[in-house]
């Protein structure tokens, strides 16, 4: 199957300070990403939508402003948490779709964020 | 309101025997259906999906079956193997495999040996 890169694996960061991860599909084009975040034992929660070459399209209750998600080519997305809190602390995901819109979602391995 | 439900936080299954994963949604909208497996600390693996159309959907030991009628959805593996030990999320979209997914709370398997 495809192969989704995401960088870092794992970060702990201090409270107040930024932190960007990186999702890449090595193997094919994606025109879509989106992007998940998971609490302890809990479910995926979609939190956007990232088209390339566009703005993405936030789930409710997600701050467009604290979570920057920037879809920049057809391979890259990434996701920066400004600011980080404690409470932003949690395992985020995401995937990547090709073009043609009915196409498999393929996850990435996840980011581990702690904020101190 | 949670959308796609999977009322059984867990489920423990001796090896050899049948593993049944249930899932329950509300959307009627939803025509497509998904199964991942999931290890901590990693992104989930597709395992097999379902589209509305059709209510059985084998691939090896895994079969997926859909209801419906009763908006119900179930995964069967038989015959369960220890290394099949993980959290199961079923998943419900709209329009195919490749639009937004909106996932279950997720079932923890353990089987033993």
């Known amino acids: 199957g495809a192969v989704v890169s995401q960088h870092p694996s794992r970060v702990i960061c201090k409270s107040g300070t930024s932190v960007k991860i990186e999702c890449r599909s090595l193997d094919f084009q994606a025109t879509t990403m989106f992007w998940y975040r998971q609490f302890p034992k809990q479910s995926l929660m979609l939190m956007a939508t990232?088209?390339?070459?566009?703005?993405?399209?936030?789930e409710q209750g997600v701050e467009k402003d604290k979570f920057l998600i920037n879809h920049a080519s057809l391979t890259l997305s990434t996701l920066t948490v400004t600011s980080a809190h404690p409470e932003d602390s949690s395992f985020y995901i995401c995937s990547a779709r090709g073009s043609g819109g009915t196409e498999t979602q393929y996850f990435g391995p996840g980011t581990r964020l702690l904020v101190l | 309101d949670q959308q796609v439900k999977q009322n059984s936080p867990s489920l423990s299954v001796q090896e050899g025997r049948i593993s049944i994963l249930n899932c329950d949604y509300t959307?009627?909208?939803?025509?497509?259906f998904l199964w991942y497996k999931k290890y901590p600390a990693e992104g989930p693996t597709f395992l097999i999906s379902?589209?509305?159309?059709?209510d059985k959907n084998e691939d090896g030991r895994f079969t997926v079956f859909l209801n419906k009628s009763a908006k119900h959805l179930s995964l069967h593996i038989v015959p369960s193997q220890p290394g099949d030990s993980a959290v199961y999320f079923c998943?419900?979209?709209?329009?195919?495999?490749?639009?937004?997914?909106?996932f279950g709370g997720g079932t923890r398997l353990m089987v033993k040996p």
């Open positions: 990232s088209n390339e070459g566009s703005k993405a399209t936030y």
């Open positions: 998943a419900a979209t709209k329009g195919g495999a490749g639009n937004m997914l909106t």
């Open positions: 379902i589209s509305s159309i059709k």
């Open positions: 959307n009627s909208m939803f025509d497509y």
